[in-house]
């Protein structure tokens, strides 16, 4: 309950007035409990075989060992980062210092987390020509074992990850809502990889004597990882920056409101609040004005507008109804 001041000539009075069906909330949270408890799990399981790998690959002498090692270091401070966006978004969602509330914490969890991955394949690509100069004696039958325990490792928190995002092994680029999620999980398929070339490298230089297939497939593995990280960078950038909005629902709200009498926009702003939610402001000018809440009304089947602000103005005149 508000308190509202009504003045009525020269007196006022005092009355107590409920606001709430004209107010918005800010909360734009949708449960991700599971994704969260996922993701933690997944940056133990990546911990562990992290740790394995440095020290295998340094005993061993592999530098597709060592570059797959220290690629899941990287991967588990992405996952932390993971796991702390979708803490904080939950603590303070209804915080009223955030004016649109957290919705884009996850968000920014996601884009950090590609920086990151950017971060991996710049440092595998520098050990990677590296190794082409000044080769390393290799143990390779050690090497493949650490390798191979590596991948089922990553398979295992792919497994995890897509339970939450069920497209993502159709497309790694696929656009999923939750944008935090889909970052966690192209990590996941960056090590996934990175395993995979290890193994070949070693297979080769074990079998074919290609020891040079080593910082080959490291080559290998930071064009893809780089090519990864680039797109979700564009992604969850172009959010952060309130772009990323599809032509088709501003012509959704353009066609819904002008369809209607002579409505005319003459100023429409779309953006993202969180992955899952848009928010809109409109300005129309038309010849029989309505309450902002009659526009709302004819927005209410556009997927994802959850917070709409409307300003009406009055047209004088024929030329306002005119494109």
């Given amino acids: 309950m508000l308190l509202v001041r ?9 009355h107590f007035h409920t606001l709430e069906e004209w107010q918005h909330a800010h909360n734009f949270q949708v449960g991700g409990d599971r994704a969260e408890k996922n993701t933690k ?23 597709a060992l060592l570059a797959d090692g220290w690629h899941m270091a990287t991967h588990v401070a992405a996952f932390g980062i993971a796991v702390f966006a979708y803490q904080y978004a939950r603590n303070h969602a209804n915080d009223p210092q955030y004016t649109f509330g957290t919705g884009k914490a996850s968000i920014l969890g996601g884009f950090a987390s590609a920086v990151a991955l950017a971060v991996v394949a710049l440092m595998m690509g520098m050990e990677s020509v590296g190794r082409f100069f ?5 143990q390779f039958d050690e ?9 089922v490792v990553n398979l295992v928190s792919a497994v995890l990850l897509q339970e939450n995002h069920p497209h993502a092994a159709q ?8 944008r935090n999620l889909r970052a966690a999980y192209i990590h996941v398929l960056a090590d996934a990889l990175t395993s995979v070339l290890a193994i070949v490298a070693l297979l080769s230089g074990k079998f074919l004597g290609w020891v040079w297939m080593d910082a080959a497939m490291g080559l290998v593995g930071t064009i893809v990882i ?17 772009g990323g909005i599809e032509k ?3 012509l959704a709200i353009v066609t819904a409101i002008e369809d209607d009498a002579d409505n005319r926009i003459v100023d429409l702003h779309i953006w993202h609040v969180s992955q899952h939610h848009l928010a809109a402001t409109i300005s129309l000018v038309t010849h029989d004005p309505q309450p902002p809440q009659y526009y ?15 300003e009406v103005n009055l047209c004088h005149g024929e030329p306002c109804a005119n494109r």
């Fill in 41 to 63: 799990l997944v940056m133990v399981l990546t911990a562990v075989t992290m740790v394995a790998e440095i020290v295998a690959g340094t005993i061993w002498g592999s530098m």
């Fill in 6 to 14: 009504q003045n009525s000539g020269s007196q006022s009075s005092m």
């Fill in 226 to 242: 780089a090519k990864w990280s680039y797109g979700l960078v564009g992604d969850t950038g172009s959010i952060l920056l309130d």
């Fill in 171 to 178: 497309d790694p680029h696929h656009h999923h809502h939750d």
């Fill in 296 to 310: 709302k009304s004819l927005l209410a089947s556009i997927p994802h507008l959850a917070h709409v602000l409307v």
């Fill in 134 to 138: 000044d080769p390393q004696t290799i």
């Fill in 143 to 151: 090497a493949i074992g650490i390798s191979a325990i590596g991948l």
């Fill in 248 to 250: 088709s629902t501003q």
